[in-house]
């Protein structure tokens, strides 16, 4: 089964080139590296970006108040922060990553949370959009503020107690999506002082597995049989993880691509879980 294109969750580099001028599409670069990648996703952007494209900062928009990384915002400042991009009721937003399916979703999720329904994310990201040799420029956009209605959605979101209740009791799918190696507890993680493993009762679907080699998503039935080979019971509700809570995103997209809607992420993720002394951890392959 092919993938159907869809304003609400995911738009080919094509269909993006025909809407360049389009008044109400707003794209974003929602570009953000794992610090060992020694990346500036601000500077990247200003060097060379898809025209009329606004940086949108994860670690910006986000609640500092936290001591956990890029944490859900409060909707005043999603807000103020969002209407200052330009971008507001009656916009179709479209983003995009410098990695091609990265961190993109995270901002897609956070658009689906704060209540705006069209918003989508390109394809394979900016490196498809270069491949194909389509438009790039270094023009900052023209930016008009724009009023933007929140109604924020609380079921998007799953805090650490919601969480380890679900892991006792069996009735979600908490769903990883960490490399494997990462998830065994067999390789280090990227941040300091943080234990190795995985929630216990917790899946591994590791989100590189939902995407060919140029970053797009694989077919919707590629996909099922994915979630389906990692023991994922897709009639319960699922609760996505990572390490946090940006490549988890990438499963939520997935998990919509193929009809499924009652999903949730753990915003905390294995930043929050893997520092408690208390919380319990899994290794290997236990569930």
Not at 153 to 176: C, M, N, P, Q, R
Request: charged share 30%.
């Amino acid at each position: 089964m092919m993938m159907k294109e869809d304003a609400r969750t995911l738009v080919s580099t094509k269909w993006l080139a025909k809407r360049l001028d389009n008044a109400e599409v707003r794209i974003l670069d929602a570009s953000w590296y794992l610090p060992a990648l020694d990346r500036n996703p601000g500077a990247e952007y200003a060097k060379r970006h898809i025209p009329n494209a606004r940086f949108f900062d994860i670690d910006d928009i986000s609640d500092n108040r936290s001591r956990l990384p890029h944490m859900v915002p409060p909707v005043e400042k999603f807000m103020s922060k969002v209407r200052k991009l330009g971008v507001g009721d009656g916009h179709q937003i479209i983003i995009y990553d410098g990695l091609g399916m990265f961190s993109a979703a995270r901002v897609w999720w956070l658009f689906k949370m704060m209540g705006h329904k069209d918003v989508a994310v390109l394809d394979g990201g900016l490196p498809k959009w270069i491949a194909e040799g389509l438009p790039v420029d270094d023009e900052p956009p023209l930016i008009r503020d724009r009023h933007m209605m929140v109604d924020q959605k609380a079921s998007f979101v799953k805090d650490v107690t919601e969480v380890a209740a679900a892991s006792k009791l069996g009735d979600y799918e908490i769903i990883d999506a960490r490399s494997p190696g990462r998830f065994r507890g067999e390789e280090d993680e990227p941040r300091e002082g943080l234990r190795k493993g995985h929630i216990p009762n917790s899946k591994n679907v590791f989100f590189k597995s939902l995407l060919n080699d140029d970053q797009t998503f694989k077919n919707i039935s590629e996909l099922k049989q994915i979630f389906h080979s990692a023991g994922v019971d897709i009639s319960k509700p699922v609760i996505t993880t990572c390490g946090s809570g940006v490549t988890a995103a990438v499963l939520n997209l997935g998990l919509e691509l193929i009809g499924k809607t009652d999903h949730s992420l753990y915003d905390g993720s294995w930043t929050e879980w893997g520092m408690s002394p208390i919380l319990p951890v899994a290794t290997g392959d236990k569930k």
